[in-house]
């Protein structure tokens, strides 16, 4: 039922910072827990980051645990994932999804979008 849009990826150097948002059109967003997963050339997609409805409470893969921030604005419905300390084992196209709870979280829908693409340089 929702519709996810992913932006914000780019080509930066290790060390650097990267935006990612997530645009959703769905009228139920603001209910939906939603995640951010990875996937890089030759190997499976993979869990990033996770955050509940409410905001409260995130969930992050213990690689990107203190480098990356999850938030969402539910008025813009939008879900954000902020990536500092960039390193070169980030790279890969980024999904942001629907997901429940488990550990990790895990999608709850089989549609993905087209993701964005993250390159960092070394």
């Known amino acids: 039922q929702v519709q996810l849009v992913e932006s914000g990826g780019g080509l930066v150097q290790a060390g650097g910072s990267l935006r990612l948002s997530c645009a959703a059109s769905?009228?139920?967003?603001?209910?939906?827990?939603m995640g951010w997963f990875r996937q890089a050339p030759g190997k499976e997609r993979e869990f990033v980051a996770a955050i509940r409805w409410g905001g409260r409470i995130t969930y992050y893969a213990d690689s990107v645990k203190g480098r990356f921030t999850i938030s969402r604005d539910n008025a813009k419905n939008t879900v954000y994932l902020q990536m500092n300390s960039l390193e070169t084992g980030d790279t890969a196209v980024y999904y942001c999804a629907v997901v429940y709870l488990a550990n990790p979280p895990r999608p709850k829908y089989s549609y993905w979008g087209q993701g964005t693409q993250v390159t960092v340089s070394s």
């Open positions: 769905g009228r139920t967003f603001s209910t939906d827990d």
